[in-house]
């Protein structure tokens, strides 16, 4: 049986998993019910219904958006989790451009009910207006 520290672990590695792989009822089982998540300075996203809304929104700029995850790491072993990675976005077009993310999680009863994205999307936004 798996510790609470490497299940908390495992739990965001399978977040990643199902956002990459659109799997929306593997994203669904491992968010809380009054989720928080504040993705770069836009405003919080608050509660599963509109976490899970906006998880069905692909930018349509975008053939792709893929998380390569660096590290995750559990400090004291309590119910945050951070990860660093690298996030590849693909435009429709082939051209790939990757920009570095740091993601901060925070648990209650084993499901994410906190979730902070630090990113700089600049030059993916960037790439996809230079195309218009």
Same mark, same amino acid.
């Not at 998993?17 to 799997?23: A, E, L, P, R, Y």
């Not at 995850?69 to 996030?87: N, Y």
């Not at 082939?94 to 209650?108: S, T, W």
């Given at each position: 049986?798996?510790?609470?520290?490497?299940? /908390?672990?495992?739990?965001?590695?399978?977040?990643? +998993?199902?956002?990459?792989?659109?799997? /929306?009822?593997?994203?669904? *089982?491992? +968010?809380?019910?009054?989720?928080?998540?504040?993705?770069?300075? *836009?405003?919080?996203? #608050?509660? %599963? $219904?509109?976490?899970?809304?906006?998880? %069905?929104?692909?930018?349509?700029? =975008? !053939?792709?958006? $893929?998380?390569? /995850?660096?590290?995750?790491?559990?400090?004291?072993?309590? !119910? +945050?989790? #951070?990860?660093?990675m690298t996030v590849t976005y693909e435009r429709l077009?082939? =051209?790939?451009? !990757?920009?570095?993310?740091?993601?901060?999680?925070?648990?209650?009863?084993?499901?994410? $009910?906190?979730? $902070? +994205?630090? #990113?700089?999307?600049?030059?993916?936004?960037? *790439?996809?207006? !230079?195309?218009?």
């Amino acid at each position: 049986m798996p510790s609470p520290t490497s299940s /908390l672990r495992q739990a965001v590695r399978a977040y990643f +998993v199902g956002i990459d792989d659109n799997d /929306l009822d593997a994203v669904d *089982a491992l +968010v809380h019910q009054d989720i928080v998540m504040i993705f770069a300075n *836009a405003e919080p996203s #608050i509660g %599963k $219904r509109i976490f899970m809304a906006n998880a %069905k929104v692909r930018n349509p700029a =975008f !053939a792709q958006i $893929r998380h390569d /995850l660096i590290e995750v790491w559990q400090p004291d072993d309590g !119910a +945050v989790v #951070i990860v660093t990675m690298t996030v590849t976005y693909e435009r429709l077009d082939g =051209f790939v451009v !990757a920009v570095p993310c740091c993601g901060i999680f925070e648990f209650d009863g084993g499901q994410i $009910r906190r979730y $902070r +994205v630090f #990113i700089d999307r600049a030059p993916a936004v960037a *790439a996809t207006a !230079a195309q218009a």
